[in-house]
């Protein structure tokens, strides 16, 4: 994993997942660590973002690392017209590894094919996310203790929504089930289905959460992607698809928890907050210790 961009959650193999999760669990223990000390990580963020860009940099600063970078692309000389290329061409002179998030599906690969430092893919429109798969991994093996052959319930934006695509791609090396719940305009797409095909994985779809929720272990929650629609009317017909409130959880597994990956529009009720299934706060400080691992393992330092 060395000086090796991480783009797609494809990109490594399950043994690569599993020392990366380790790895952040060495982190976790002890997160302050002057590994960094002297280097320069560039974080270039086209898109809005609160968790992904300052959980990365926290995670450079813990490190004794420097940050730099841009949170708002109106900021950057891509107003005056500077293209992709041209900026990753000019800041990979300016630090060891460049974390970026882009509108455009594609954009991660294309930077690493040009860049002489590593790309961090912070996600690329609606294809993947692969750091939040690892935060996610990470807290789907510290809640139940194993990845192999768990019951994931994948709620909401299935079509636009980038992190359950790379969460899908990465628990399909485990032998997960999976239920998707999603209204039909936003069904997870085919692509992802034949990939589970391939594995003779098993999936059921549904639009129906009360049905399906009782056995699962994890339920995964998502945001209706609003950013994503081209047409409002469809965004406005779906938006409120599917709102978890406290009693639909009554009768689950003990162990079973919500994650989201965030930011949540109304999809989860404040009330499910303070009962024992949620994790999703947690997960977001997860966050930081695997993107630890995550930058010190590309840079060699692990
Ligand atoms: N989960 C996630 O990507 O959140 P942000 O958009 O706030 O980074």
């Known amino acids: 994993m060395k000086n090796k961009s991480l783009v797609s959650i494809t990109d490594y193999t399950k043994g690569e997942y599993l020392s990366i999760l380790d790895t952040a669990a060495e982190f976790e223990k002890n997160s302050y660590q002057d590994l960094l000390k002297g ?3 560039a974080t270039l963020f086209f898109e809005p973002s609160t968790r992904t860009r300052l959980s990365f940099e926290s995670a450079v600063n813990r490190l004794g690392g420097r940050v730099i970078g841009f949170s708002d692309a109106n900021t950057s000389s891509v107003t005056k017209g500077e293209t992709l290329y041209d900026t990753i061409k ?3 002179n300016f630090a060891e590894l460049i ?20 790309i961090v893919n912070a996600g690329d429109g609606a294809n993947q996310h692969p750091t939040q798969t690892l935060l996610d991994l990470y807290s789907i093996r510290k809640t ?32 997960a089930n999976f239920y998707f719940i999603s209204p039909d305009e936003l069904k997870m797409p085919k692509e992802y289905k034949m990939h589970l095909d391939s594995l003779n994985l098993h999936y059921q779809e549904s639009k129906d959460i009360n049905e399906n929720i009782l056995d699962a272990d994890i339920i995964y929650m998502t945001r209706v992607q609003k950013e994503r629609f081209s047409d409002p009317i469809e965004y406005e ?17 003990n162990t079973m928890r919500v994650l989201h990956p965030l930011p ?26 695997v993107r630890q691992a995550i930058i010190s393992i590309i840079l060699g330092l692990k």
Not at 99 to 117: C, D, F, Q, T, W
Not at 242 to 251: I, N, P, T
């Open 99 to 118: 974390i970026m998030r882009h509108p455009l599906e594609g954009s991660a690969r294309y930077a690493s094919e040009l860049s002489k430092v590593p």
């Open 237 to 253: 017909r779906t938006k409120n698809a599917y709102v978890l409130k406290g009693e639909m959880l009554s009768g689950c597994k």
């Open 264 to 289: 949540r529009v109304n999809e989860i009720d404040q009330e499910v907050d303070s009962g024992p299934f949620a994790y999703y706060f947690e997960q977001t400080e997860n966050g930081v210790y």
């Open 144 to 175: 139940q203790g194993t990845l192999d052959n768990l019951k994931i319930c994948m709620v909401g934006d299935l079509k636009y929504g980038r992190t359950v695509h790379s969460l899908l791609m990465a628990l399909s090396q485990f032998g």
């Open 39 to 41: 280097k320069v990580v």
């Open 90 to 92: 000019v800041v990979s």
